[in-house]
């Protein structure tokens, strides 16, 4: 109840920073309480689109013939040892639906207008869901977590679920790191209902609906998340210690000594006609 509390502080003292018809006091009393540090359910394997499922073809992904063929493109690079479509490597924001797949522990903050969803990892852009009851903009720019617009509905006089709908979103992105694609066009629509487990107030569960037309009808899962009992946060910069080197579409590898090296079987060095000239003019 601390950390309620203190939000509720945090936003009354930023309330009262514009006019004093702006104040509003917010009653937490009527949201429930996803307070803490959440983390994705073990399920034994690894953070995927349906955790029901296990991993690669059994996730059934409905694809459209197209993007099966450029699926099973992606899981032959990747057994060669290249990373497929997954560019994740490159510490480029892996966006929605993939960043609710708990790959790092999130935070909710709850507030009158706006719910923050707040991520560790750095890759992993914040999200805001719009509960104004503001309507969809005319124009805006597309980013990887999309812009969301969500309601709070209630039980028993209490708010417990909340719903939302995400759109305006851009790529490339891709619904897990095995390379399961979603189309070019980024028309992606989400629908999410975030709700606590009747039993269990520490799991939270997020129905979650994609429908992109990569696939042949929208895609339905559950992702289950854990309320950690030890909140620690921690830096994680994907940049720092990144040994992966993008020479044109190539993907190489930095060695512990500081030499490039093939990053799967049979690939070739990259073009060094640039360095080769250097050498040829030193030479001369």
Not at 104 to 111: K, Y
Not at 204 to 231: F, G, I, S
Not at 244 to 271: E, W
């Amino acid at each position: 109840m601390q950390y309620r509390n203190t939000m509720g502080a945090v936003t009354l003292m930023a309330a009262l920073g514009g006019t004093a018809t702006s104040a509003q006091v917010i009653d937490y009393s009527k949201y429930p309480d996803w307070s803490g540090q959440w983390a994705r359910v073990p399920d034994g394997g690894p953070p995927r689109y349906d955790p029901g499922k296990p991993p690669r073809h059994a996730q059934q992904a409905p694809l459209k013939p197209k993007y099966l063929a450029i699926y099973e493109a992606s899981l032959k690079d990747q057994a060669e040892g290249g990373q497929g479509l997954d560019i994740a490597y490159r510490c480029i924001p892996s966006g929605m639906p993939r960043q609710m797949s708990g790959v790092a522990p999130f935070e909710f903050v709850i507030t009158h207008d706006i719910t923050f969803i707040l991520f560790e990892l750095m890759t992993q852009q914040p999200r805001r869901v719009y509960t104004d009851g503001r309507a969809w903009p005319k124009e805006i720019e597309p980013t990887f977590v999309g812009y969301s617009i969500g309601k709070w509905r209630d039980s028993a006089g209490r708010l417990d679920t909340l719903e939302v709908e995400t759109r305006h979103l851009k790529g490339p992105r891709i619904f897990d790191q095995s390379g399961t694609p979603m189309a070019d066009d980024n028309e992606t629509v989400i629908k999410e209902r975030f709700f606590l487990d009747k039993t269990n107030p520490n799991i939270l569960h997020n129905e979650m609906t994609t429908t992109d037309n990569a696939l042949t009808r929208p895609w339905t899962a559950t992702k289950n998340y854990r309320r950690l009992p030890e909140v620690q946060w921690t830096e994680n910069n994907c940049t720092e210690g990144n040994n992966h080197i993008v020479v044109g579409d190539q993907n190489y590898y930095l060695s512990g000594d500081g030499y490039l090296m093939p990053a799967r079987r049979g690939q070739q060095p990259p073009d060094l006609r640039y360095f080769r000239a250097a050498e040829k003019r030193n030479r001369q």
